[in-house]
């Protein structure tokens, strides 16, 4: 079974930076799709960022040209860059694996994603 730990979290100020680490027990066929979400208290949960195998990259209009999301299959390790952060980032941000990314929004089509804990990031202005 998948296992995700989410590290890398933090408190920065406003237009700071930081990256967040997702590391997988192992990658398969099944988990071909890998993405970030985040959730807010008194918010739904929204995708940040998803990443196909093949390198093809999704984002949310919010975060686009601040966030990056990047992977390194030898160390089965997936990356979210944040830069230019804003108070209206602040959440908990979760990485999950998925079988299929949808086409141009950050979110999957399939419904048998594994999620990690979670890291929080909190953004002060």
């Known amino acids: 079974q998948v296992r995700l730990v989410e590290s890398g979290g933090g408190s920065v100020q406003a237009g700071g930076s930081l990256r967040l680490s997702c590391v997988s027990s192992?990658?398969?066929?099944?988990?071909?799709?890998m993405g970030w979400f985040r959730q807010a208290p008194g918010k739904e949960r929204e995708g940040v960022a998803t990443i196909y195998s093949d390198g093809t990259t999704n984002y949310a209009d919010s975060v686009k040209d601040r966030f990056s999301i990047s992977q390194d299959k030898a160390n089965n390790t997936v990356y979210l860059q944040m830069s230019g952060l804003k108070p209206e980032d602040t959440a908990m941000y979760y990485c999950a694996a998925g079988l299929r990314c949808r086409v141009g929004r950050p979110y999957f089509k399939s419904n048998d994603e594994t999620w990690g804990q979670g890291t929080q990031v909190t953004v002060s202005s």
């Open positions: 192992a990658y398969t066929y099944s988990h071909i799709c």
